[in-house]
C-alpha cells in the first residue's frame, strides 16, 4: 500500500463508524494531513447531519490548525449542491487546502463530477481512484440507490450442505451455529430492512432483532398478501413492532381492516406480489439496503426476477436430505440457463462455512459497467 | 518446523512417489542421515516390491555409504514380520543405525508395535510421533484397510449452489470447471476404485478414466443390481473395459448370462443391495479406496448407512432450483438427526468452490479414537 492508499484505508475505517445510520446516504470519512501529520478527521454521522468532510474541517480547526496547504483524504467526491449542508467543495476551496485525494466519484446525479471539477476550477490539485475498488465496495448500498434507484438486495441463506433450509415440516431453527447467527446479526445492523416470506414468518416465528452484537434493529418487513398472518407473531407483539411493516397485495379488502399494522401495498401479477414493486416502494420509502433472509418462495423470486444484488450463503457441515431447498420454486429446462453467480470468497465460521457470491445479472450491464467507466 | 520435522516432512513427500501403486500397501518415504548429511532415500514404490527402508538402505550403500552411527526417518514404523520382503526392523539393526525417527505405528496386525520394540531391544534408539497427524492423513486408505477390514470410501460430489446434482431431467454434466475437473482426475488416479450408480452410469455415461492429469485409471465399478446396463456404455466399450466390474444382487438369474462382464454379487435387503457387503466384497479383492462419484442415491446410501469416512464437495456458483439434490433418498424427521460431517477446509478453484469434509461417525469410535490411543 502506497502512503495515500493507506491514508484512504484509514479514511474508509473511519466511514464505518456511521454504518446503520447514514442511509440512503453514503459512508464517508475524511482526514486532514498537513506538514506529514493528521490535523483532522471527520466521518458523515447520521442521515441530515453534517459531510465528513464539515466535521474534518472542524476538528482541525479546534486543534487549532490553519488549513491552508493542507491535503484532503475523502473517499468520496466531496459534494457541489447545496443540499442538507453546504458543498463541501466550496468548503475546501474557502480553506485553500492544497489537494484533494478522492476515492470515488460521486454517483449521484447532482454531484457526478462537479465537485471535483469546482476544486480543479479553484486551482486545488484533484487526485481520483485511490483504492477505488474499496470505496465503491463500501458503498454498494448508496451506488445502486442513486444510480438505479431502488434498494441493493442481498439473500442471507443457512442451508445444509445438501441445499436445505428446513426439513418437510418446515422445521428450520439453529441449521447453523452461534458464530454465524453473530455476523447475521451484525448484518443487519448494517441494513435498512429484512424482509421476510409469509412462511417463514408463520413456520419460524422470528423477531429478527440485532441481539448478539451491539446495533440498531432494522425495520422488519414481511410479505402477506391475503392479510392472513396470525396477530400473536412476535414481530407484530415484540418491543420492536412500530419497525414492522406489512407487504401486502392491492386486490384484497382484508388489508384495510388490519388497522394496528403499517401496510405497504404492492402490484400482483399470477397471485404474485411483483418483487419490482415491492422494491420500487421501499425506494420510495428511503431504503437502500435489503436482508432477504427466506424462505425458499421468496429467494426463488428474486432469482427470477434477477432483482438481488449478492448472497451470503452459510453451510452448516450436516445432511438433511429429503427437505425444502434454497430454491424451490426455481426452474430451469437447460443447464445453460442456470442463474450464474461469481465466487468472491469464503470463510469459516467455527464449523459452519460462508460463502459469499455477487449476482451476474443476466440483461443488464450494472455495477460492473459503472466501475469500468470510472477511471 | 523443527529439523527432525522437516526431514520427516521430506520422507512424506517422497512416499508420495508410490500413490495409485501401492495399495493395499501403505504409502512410505524413507531417509537416512550421517553427520548431518543424507546419505541415502527410499521409498515404496510398487505394491509386493521392497520397502522404502530397504531401498534407503540400498540408495546409501550405493552411495559409499556405511551406516554405522547413521539415523533413519520413516513415516511409518519398520515391518517386523517376514512378508514379501525381509523385516526392515532387522535390517536396521544389522546395519548398525544410531537412532530411528517413527512418524506412527503401524496399526496392521502383524506389526502394531512390534518393529519398534524390535529395534529398542536391539539397543537403537527410537522416537516416535514425529509429525504424526500427517504421517497418518498420508496413510488413512491403510490404516482403514488394515484396523477395520474395510476399504476407505469418499464421496465425491458435484453440486450447484442449491445441492443440486443434475436436472430433473438427470441433465448434469459439466456442473463445475475444467479446474475442479482436473482435481477429480488426480483423485480418481489415487484411489483404487471409482463407484458409481446405475443412473449414473445411464444418464451420464461417463468414461471415469484418467484424462486430464499423469496417472493410472482406477477400476472402475458400476452398480446394476438386475443386470439392465445397456451393453454399449462406455464403461463396457472403451480401451479400458477390462478394469470395469459390476456390483450385480445375488437373486437374479440375468447375473450368470453377461458373460462380457466382471461381475460381483452381493446381498439385497428390501431390493436394494446391502452396502457394507459391497465393501467387504471389494476389501476381499485388496481394495483400500474406493471413490464414490454418484448418483444420488448411492450417495444417500451411504449416509444411511454411516460407511463412508470422507467428502469432498465441488460447489460450482449457479443456481439450478427444481433438481435431483445429492441425497434425495436419505431422511430425517428431527433436524437433530441430520448426518453431522466436520468441516476441514475449502479452496477455491478458479470459479467453483471445493469443501472438504470427515464423516462424524455415529456408532463407532473409528479413526478418532484410534488418534488418541496412538502417544
Redesign the interface.
Known amino acids: 500500500m502506497t502512503k495515500d492508499e493507506n491514508i484512504m484505508h484509514k479514511c474508509i475505517q473511519l466511514s464505518l463508524k456511521g454504518k446503520g445510520n447514514v442511509s440512503p446516504n453514503p459512508l464517508v470519512g475524511c482526514i486532514i494531513v498537513k506538514d506529514g501529520k493528521i490535523i483532522g478527521k471527520g466521518f458523515h454521522k447520521k442521515f441530515g447531519e453534517e459531510h465528513a468532510e464539515a466535521n474534518a474541517v472542524a476538528d482541525a480547526k479546534n486543534n487549532g490548525f490553519d488549513l491552508t496547504g493542507s491535503d484532503v483524504y475523502v473517499n468520496l467526491e466531496p459534494c457541489s449542491h447545496t443540499g442538507k449542508t453546504l458543498p463541501c467543495s466550496d468548503l475546501l476551496i474557502r480553506e485553500k487546502v492544497r489537494k484533494v485525494y478522492v476515492g470515488m466519484k460521486d454517483p449521484f446525479e447532482k454531484v457526478n463530477g462537479r465537485g471535483i471539477k469546482k476544486l480543479r476550477n479553484a486551482g486545488i490539485d484533484v487526485e481520483t481512484g485511490i483504492l477505488e475498488t474499496e470505496c465503491r465496495d463500501l458503498n454498494k448500498f448508496f451506488i445502486k440507490f442513486v444510480k438505479e434507484h431502488l434498494p441493493y438486495v442481498t439473500l442471507k441463506i443457512a ?6 433450509i428446513a ?1 418437510n ?1 418446515y ?5 447453523t451455529g452461534k458464530e454465524s447467527r453473530i455476523f447475521v446479526h451484525q448484518l443487519r445492523s448494517e441494513y435498512d430492512v429484512v424482509l421476510i416470506g409469509k412462511n417463514t414468518a408463520k413456520y419460524d416465528n422470528p423477531s429478527l432483532t440485532v441481539r448478539e452484537v451491539h446495533g440498531r434493529t432494522p425495520y422488519r418487513i414481511v410479505i402477506d398478501r391475503d392479510s392472513t398472518l396470525p396477530e400473536n407473531l412476535k414481530l407484530f407483539t415484540d418491543s420492536d413492532k412500530e419497525k414492522t411493516f406489512v407487504i401486502t397485495g392491492t386486490s384484497k379488502k382484508a388489508v384495510t381492516e388490519i388497522y394496528s399494522r403499517n401496510i405497504i401495498k404492492v402490484k400482483e401479477k399470477d397471485q404474485k406480489l411483483v418483487i419490482r414493486d415491492i422494491l420500487k416502494k421501499l425506494y420510495a420509502m428511503n431504503v437502500s439496503s435489503v436482508l432477504v433472509e427466506g424462505g425458499a418462495n421468496l429467494y ?1 423470486q428474486f ?1 427470477k426476477s434477477d432483482l438481488f444484488d449478492d ?1 451470503y ?1 452459510f ?1 452448516a ?6 427437505g425444502i ?11 445453460n440457463n ?6 468472491i470468497y ?1 470463510k ?1 465460521f467455527n ?3 460462508l ?1 459469499y ?1 455477487k449476482n451476474v445479472h443476466r440483461n443488464r450491464t450494472g455495477s460492473g459497467k459503472d466501475h469500468k467507466q470510472e477511471s
Open positions: 442451508q445444509s450442505i445438501d441445499g436445505k426439513l415440516n422445521k428450520s431453527q439453529w441449521i426463488s432469482v448472497m450463503v453451510i457441515p450436516k445432511i438433511i436430505g429429503k431447498s434454497c430454491f424451490s420454486d426455481y426452474e430451469i429446462t437447460k443447464l442456470a442463474k450464474n453467480l461469481k465466487y469464503s469459516s464449523k459452519d462455512l460463502i457470491y
